[in-house]
């Protein structure tokens, strides 16, 4: 079965600080990959996703993630991060194939609080 | 336009009570699903239902019961609840299977606390 990790559970900044969260999935096949942000009080909402072709992929709100397929890694960064930003960030893997299931696992989360 | 809505946004009941979540989404979408949100902010998936059939049950307890009328509702029925199903839960849905390589919009989720 597929799971998901995310490196940091908190990371605090200040705004325009750089952020990278890393995220790490392990299956040997093939993924699409997701990042989802949860404001305070909110539901999830996709910020960007891997599904084929050019392994670096921007989403909205100035976020990019990079699949790097021999690291079974797709972190997220944001070059320049607004306290808007704040909120908790969760990595999620598709894996395809009947025997890995139709779903997605998410990671932990990472909850990212930025100082005004 | 709330696509994927569910209501209540917040419940509280006691232990040993029965209650029902419910979710419709107009997004004409043939998957629906169920996730749980524990105090820790893990996100795991219970149930997931393809045109209303019954595709994924994530050994969650046979308290919970799914219930799909169409293929725009998907409804969460828990009996005998306990205090280790406070969480919070969140629906969503996507136009085909993700393993088809979709992708999945969620509802505002539903916290449920049991006392």
């Known amino acids: 079965a597929q799971s998901v990790s995310q490196h940091n559970h908190h990371v605090i900044l200040s705004e325009a600080a750089s952020l990278e969260l890393g995220c790490n999935y392990s299956y040997g096949g093939t993924v699409n990959l997701f990042w989802y942000v949860q404001y305070p009080g909110q539901h999830l909402q996709l910020l960007l996703k891997?599904?084929?072709?050019?392994?670096l992929v921007k989403g909205i709100k100035g976020f990019e993630a990079e699949f790097i397929k021999s690291k079974f890694s797709f972190n997220l960064r944001k070059p320049s991060v607004q306290w808007s930003d704040t909120a908790e960030y969760f990595c999620?893997?598709?894996?395809?194939?009947?025997?890995?299931?139709?779903?997605?696992?998410f990671g932990g989360g990472t909850r990212v609080l930025v100082k005004p | 336009d709330t696509a994927v809505s569910q209501t209540p946004k917040y419940l509280v009941t006691q232990m040993g009570n029965d209650k029902s979540i419910k979710c419709e989404q107009n997004?004409?979408?043939?998957?629906m699903y169920w996730y749980k949100q524990d105090s820790k902010k893990f996100l795991k998936i219970m149930f997931s239902y393809n045109n209303k059939e019954l595709i994924i049950n994530e050994t969650v307890p046979n308290r919970f019961s799914p219930k799909s009328p169409d293929k725009a509702h998907l409804n969460l029925h828990i009996n005998s609840l306990e205090l280790g199903d406070s969480a919070v839960y969140f629906c969503?849905?996507?136009?085909?299977?993700?393993?088809?390589?979709?992708?999945?919009?969620f509802g505002q989720g539903t916290r449920l606390t049991v006392v």
């Open positions: 891997y599904f084929s072709g050019d392994p």
């Open positions: 997004l004409g979408h043939d998957t």
């Open positions: 999620a893997v598709n894996a395809w194939g009947e025997a890995a299931g139709n779903k997605l696992t």
């Open positions: 969503a849905s996507s136009p085909g299977q993700i393993s088809s390589g979709t992708e999945a919009f």
